[in-house]
């Protein structure tokens, strides 16, 4: 079933029936003032954090309620509607109604008994507040007297669990006032008083465009007794009665009156956000002139559309273009911005920066903003400790140089974070080495940026230390134990249990390091890296490798996880794609081991993390048999790893295979059954069901997943082949045999390459000639000395 498409020429997904399978949902705002709004203007708003500075209500796993609601009533017939959907829902048979989601904004249009409405949402850019324009249009030959009321729902205290739970203070803290055109509400104004004059935190709504006829600032008497958003009092008689909260919850309703004669347009436009009476008084001002709002969407516009021009692809496929070219790299922003911290399944709980999460987020940035993913990468080293490992959570006030550390209790009580993760670090080394290669900032490693609790270093000895601190913790195999957890927080091998997959990242790591040491004349430490993972790569083929597979890890007690003899969980995905992706499988055992993936985990909707599910058979540590069967890490498809097995047959030159992958585990490809994946088709989740679920092929936890960016370097490093290094880029595609042409658009280092992909002969990899601005090249590689302001590249496969 088909709920809506892909708009590329706007870059906007477009949703043309509201009844949606789930809420289908977009991100306005920054780090700064962020919000989340779906198809029929549900979510909420807050400054910096989810958690800790909530401005808006909302019912988590629920009806997608509260929102951003504008209601409108004719005034003659006493009819009323939203200009959403929801939440009044009317019959879809006579209300037509279509939401376009685009980059930070959304559009919402619709129409009913010849009343037309354009509600527009957007967080103006470096701006703290959000805006919504009401457009209203009278499509009848009569003239109409409509009433519209804006509604926000303030929450009653910032802290979000204060204001679900602690109702026994949070309803007696605020109170709510109508000044001019806004309601104020003020949090505990008895003791917070400020030299601004301001009462305690002061959040407001108010309105620019028309004449404020009536108001509510008290939940309650808007919604009336025993009523609901789809039926509130209000709206229903025509005008609010100008109640405000006192000790109960508080919201903020304005009601004005519209006469509009036949084919009239009339404009009113509110105001959200957290300021005092001053600065909201200055804020709605400034928006008298409404052509304002144009150019502010437009900044924002150019803003996101420039970011997304670094690099465009026309390939045959137009799933891949609509993700490749916005979709996935706007997800890739979103998630790098948020932290995966704040959507409509994650509370926005989690007050900090997970550190493997976000180094590994940066990475799908990286070609589309290199400074802006270098500025994150210097925020994650100061997140790193002096020992080499990662702080697993970095708080959003992080003071480098300062910080305590898992060995603190301090640090553990504050953060809920017991011990160090065995992976966390690891993740700097391809995300770093993909930063240099994307701009030949090689300087960037003698920058000096200091550990999370003391001292500071280069960056180039942070990974130093970094690959000490897996060095100094092995186990009795002489592999780096699995610690706290390995990427897999379901998998518990035990303090001194033994993790394949931090070893291939180690061994990965070293090979880096030492790429890293003979350019920079370090030679007596890349001869000690050569021999240290000489002898890691000896453990692992002699320990790890299992006739066409290798296994997950060794545990505490030496029970061997992912072995062919387990009954359970004895084929895993991870360490698969990782002996190919980190280079220590040789090509026989790559063959062998890609091969199984594809026989035991593969499904029609994404490859497995690992088979078969846990039931009967779990062992101390497998956290995972708490799921169901066939859901998230036990047996589901997990979606993050999907990125990494579309790299590894990429890297294998498998072109069918890689996109094969990407074809299943796409949202895209699923627009058109979205009944059955649930989630939004323009943007990954968490993980999907497999085959032992009832629901197989159903997607759950949106927007924020390391999947953005893991996909979108299995796509443009593995599939379109972009593999810069510090001198340059080699271009080396591993397409579906079937793609006979396609063409790339990318800026490198300044410079445009326009580059034109030929497949006459239907190959999946490899080339036979390469041109540069109509010089052949003896190879596949184009220095950057070679290249010029504008560059036409041509290969021929």
């Excluded at 301001?198 to 404020?212: H, M, P, W």
């Excluded at 919201?251 to 509009?260: E, G, M, P, V």
């Excluded at 780096?480 to 990965?508: I, M």
Aim: proline share 4%.
């Amino acid at each position: 079933m088909n709920y809506g498409y892909f708009d590329e020429a706007q870059r906007e997904y477009v949703i043309t029936r509201p009844d949606t399978p789930a809420p289908w949902a977009n991100y306005l705002g920054s780090p700064e003032y962020g919000a989340i709004i779906s198809n029929n203007a549900g979510g909420y708003s807050f400054v910096k954090s989810g958690a800790n500075g909530r401005i808006l209500r909302y019912h988590f796993n629920s009806d997608d309620t509260p929102g951003r609601y504008l209601y409108l009533r004719d005034d003659v017939s006493g009819d009323y509607w939203s200009a959403s959907w929801q939440p009044v829902g009317k019959d879809l048979n006579v209300y037509k109604n279509e939401c376009r989601h685009g980059m930070s904004y959304t559009r919402i249009t619709a129409e009913y008994e010849d009343i037309q409405s354009e509600a527009l949402y957007y967080v103006p850019l470096h701006k703290t507040y959000e805006v919504w324009r009401l457009k209203v249009k009278n499509n009848s030959e009569k003239d109409r007297k409509i009433s519209a009321f804006g509604y926000a729902e303030f929450t009653n205290d910032s802290n979000y669990e204060q204001d679900q739970i602690n109702l026994q203070y949070t309803l007696f803290i605020t109170r709510t006032y109508f000044k001019k055109n806004k309601i104020l509400q003020t949090i505990n104004q008895n003791v917070e008083k400020n030299e601004e004059g301001s009462n305690g935190q002061e959040r407001f709504f108010g309105c620019a465009g028309a004449e404020v006829t009536s108001f509510n600032g008290d939940k309650a008497a808007f919604l009336g007794a025993y009523r609901s958003y789809s039926n509130p009092i209000a709206v229903e008689r025509g005008h609010c009665d100008n109640v405000l909260n006192y000790n109960s919850n508080g919201c903020a309703a304005l009601q004005s009156s519209i006469c509009l004669k036949p084919g009239e347009t009339k404009e009113i436009v509110y105001i959200l956000g957290r300021h005092n009476d001053k600065d909201s008084d200055k804020i709605l001002e400034s928006y008298q002139d409404l052509s304002i709002i144009e150019k502010e969407l437009q900044e924002l516009k150019n803003y996101w559309h420039g970011k997304l021009e670094h690099f465009q692809v026309n390939t045959p496929s137009k799933e891949f273009n609509s993700m490749i070219n916005t979709w996935n790299a706007y997800q890739c922003f979103i998630t790098f911005i948020w932290s995966r911290a704040a959507s409509f399944v994650y509370c926005g709980q989690r007050n900090g920066y997970g550190y493997r999460d976000t180094v590994q987020d940066i990475q799908g940035i990286i070609h589309l903003d290199a400074p802006m993913a270098k500025e994150r990468i210097r925020f994650m080293l100061s997140a790193q400790v002096d020992n080499g490992g990662g702080l697993p959570l970095v708080k959003y006030d992080h003071n480098p140089g300062h910080e305590d550390t898992p060995d603190d209790y301090s640090y553990v009580q504050a953060t809920g974070h017991p011990a160090y993760r065995a992976d966390d670090a690891l993740w700097l080394f391809p995300t770093i080495l993909k930063y240099i290669g994307e701009t030949g900032d090689s300087g960037f490693l003698e920058e000096v940026i200091p550990y999370a609790n003391k001292e500071a270093d280069t960056v180039y000895d942070h990974l130093k230390r970094a690959i000490r601190f897996s060095l100094e913790r092995l186990g009795d195999h002489r592999m780096p134990a699995g610690l706290h957890a390995d990427w897999n927080d379901c998998l518990r091998l035990g303090k001194k249990g033994e993790s394949t997959f931090v070893a291939l990242q180690l061994y990965y790591a070293m090979s880096i390091m030492i790429s890293l040491a003979e350019s920079r004349k370090d030679i007596e430490y890349a001869e000690h890296m050569k021999g240290v993972q000489k002898e890691l790569y000896e453990i692992i083929q002699n320990l790890c490798w299992e006739d066409d597979r290798f296994i997950r890890g060794i545990k505490e007690d030496g029970q061997v996880i992912g072995s062919k003899q387990n009954k359970e969980a004895s084929m895993w995905l991870n360490p698969q794609s990782w002996a190919v992706i980190s280079g220590l499988a040789d090509k026989q055992q790559a063959e062998a081991a890609l091969e199984s993936v594809h026989r035991e985990l593969n499904t029609p909707f994404g490859v497995r993390l690992m088979a078969p599910s846990f039931a009967d058979h779990a062992f101390p540590g497998a956290l995972a048999i708490l799921f169901n069967p066939s859901t998230k890490e036990n047996g589901g498809i997990f979606s993050q790893p999907q990125g990494w097995i579309i790299l590894a047959e990429s890297l294998m030159g498998h072109g069918n295979r890689a996109f094969e992958y990407f074809k299943e585990s796409s949202p895209a490809m699923l627009n058109d059954r979205a009944e059955i994946r649930v989630l939004e088709p323009y943007v990954h989740g968490q993980f999907t069901e497999s085959t032992e679920s009832p629901f197989e092929g159903r997607s759950h936890v949106h927007w924020l997943t390391g999947t953005a960016s893991t996909v979108m370097v299995g796509c443009v490093e593995g599939i379109l082949g972009m593999r810069p290094d510090l001198n340059g880029l080699r271009v080396a595609p591993s397409i579906p045999s079937e793609w006979k042409e396609l063409t790339m658009k990318k800026i490198f280092r300044g410079k445009c390459l326009n580059i034109r992909i030929e497949n006459k002969d239907g190959a999946e990899s490899g080339f036979r000639e390469m041109y540069l601005n109509g010089e052949r090249l003896t190879d596949n590689y184009i220095s950057e000395a070679e290249m010029k302001e504008e560059n036409e590249i041509l290969l021929v496969m």
